[in-house]
């Protein structure tokens, strides 16, 4: 479908809290409780996830230890992308920030460039 201006728009795709380093940086910092019953009340795990459970649990560890969350051609073959978590002033997610690209651009060994998103990141927090 084109719109006025001819740009190309097409209807969001819903991803899982577990898929996906933006919907991640979200799933990573809730209780660990929440994220059991997330992921058992998914019956497609399996199906829709690149992780499996136990490579999902290290990645949330490794997510609230390191503050960011990486993921490569997950939602679409061929794409990387970086994601923050966003608090409220009770210390609680909120929401995350990300930015994606082509894998060929952004990898694991970029993320010291990405200071400025945990920046932004720490500053929305501030705000909420």
Do not use: H
Not at 21 to 45: T, V
Request: a neutral charge; charged letters at 25%; proline letters at 4%.
């Amino acid at each position: 479908m084109t719109n006025q201006s001819g740009c190309i728009r097409r209807r969001a795709k819903r991803a899982p809290l577990y898929a996906g380093a933006c919907p991640r940086a979200l799933l990573s910092f809730l209780a660990d409780d929440e994220i059991y019953r997330i992921i058992n009340n998914d019956k497609d795990f399996e199906v829709k996830s690149k992780l499996s459970i136990n490579e999902l649990w290290k990645s949330n560890y490794q997510t609230r230890k390191c503050g960011f969350t990486f993921s490569d051609s997950e939602l679409a073959e061929g794409t990387s992308a970086f994601g923050t978590p966003i608090f409220n002033k009770d210390g609680e997610i909120e929401a995350s920030l990300s930015v994606a690209s082509f894998s060929s651009v952004l990898s694991l060994e970029n993320y010291p460039k990405l200071y400025p998103m945990w920046e932004a990141s720490a500053a929305i927090s501030k705000e909420l």
